[in-house]
């Protein structure tokens, strides 16, 4: 069965401090990763996605994503964090083919950010 | 502006009562899909629509409905609302092709 794990429901970090948010997923297959930011009251913004190739994915707002199939990761880091970077974060997993588009979540990670 | 519309941005609503989420996309995207999100369990799918005309069930979809008559809409329709319905949901469309699935604004529904 297809899930996603976010073992940490919340995380507080200072700003400038590196952050890592961590994924874990299990598909029967190669999937599509993925993470999005959702800001209160907002719809989920996309901030990078792996398909295949290179491991190590970036993208927006300075955010990158390595993908390790032995471990089943697909973590999230950035290494200095802006207040503006506060919001839940949720990692989701997606199958290719006929399934295409169809998302798995995580329950996702709040982060504050302290001045 | 293009995008994504969800309407109404909220609702309180009596059980047992009828209600339709209206969703409606001006970018031509031919998949679309509704979501719910409640505190600590993320997102879930409750129907999608590859393309006009076809629909399919995700992982929640009791006590829901959907239909696509044409590209831009995709309505979502509680025939009977329950409490365990109270929830934000939330519409995405995705084009033919592509991975990527932008999503709504969010309604917040209540049942009560």
């Known amino acids: 069965a297809q899930s996603v794990t976010q073992p940490d429901i919340h995380i507080t970090v200072s700003e400038g401090a590196s952050l890592e948010l961590r994924c874990n997923y299990s598909?029967?297959?190669?999937?599509?990763l993925f993470w999005y930011v959702q800001s209160p009251g907002q719809g989920l913004q996309l901030l990078l996605k792996?398909?295949?190739?290179?491991?190590l994915v970036q993208g927006i707002k300075g955010f990158e994503a390595e993908f390790k199939r032995s471990q089943s990761s697909f973590n999230l880091r950035k290494p200095s964090v802006h207040w503006s970077d506060a919001a839940e974060y949720f990692c989701?997993?997606?199958?290719?083919?006929?399934?295409?588009?169809?998302?798995?979540f995580g329950r996702g990670t709040q982060l504050t950010v302290w001045p | 502006i293009a995008g994504i519309t969800q309407a109404p941005t909220s609702q309180i609503l009596a059980a047992g009562r009828r209600m339709t989420l209206r969703c409606t996309q001006d970018?031509?995207?031919?998949?679309m899909y509704w979501y719910r999100q409640d505190l600590g369990l993320g997102l879930r799918l409750i129907h999608y629509?590859?393309?006009?005309?076809?629909?399919g069930k995700g992982e929640v979809p009791d006590g829901y409905s959907v239909s696509r008559a044409n590209t831009d809409d995709f309505p979502l329709t509680l025939a009977s609302a329950v409490p365990s319905q109270t929830s934000v949901y939330f519409c995405?469309?995705?084009?033919?092709?592509?991975?990527?699935?932008?999503f709504g604004q969010g309604t917040r529904l209540t049942v009560v």
């Open positions: 995405a469309s995705r084009a033919h092709g592509t991975t990527e699935a932008f």
């Open positions: 598909y029967g297959a190669t999937p599509y």
């Open positions: 792996y398909f295949s190739g290179d491991t």
């Open positions: 989701a997993v997606g199958g290719r083919g006929s399934t295409l588009g169809r998302l798995y």
């Open positions: 970018m031509r995207h031919n998949a």
């Open positions: 629509s590859n393309t006009a005309g076809t629909t």
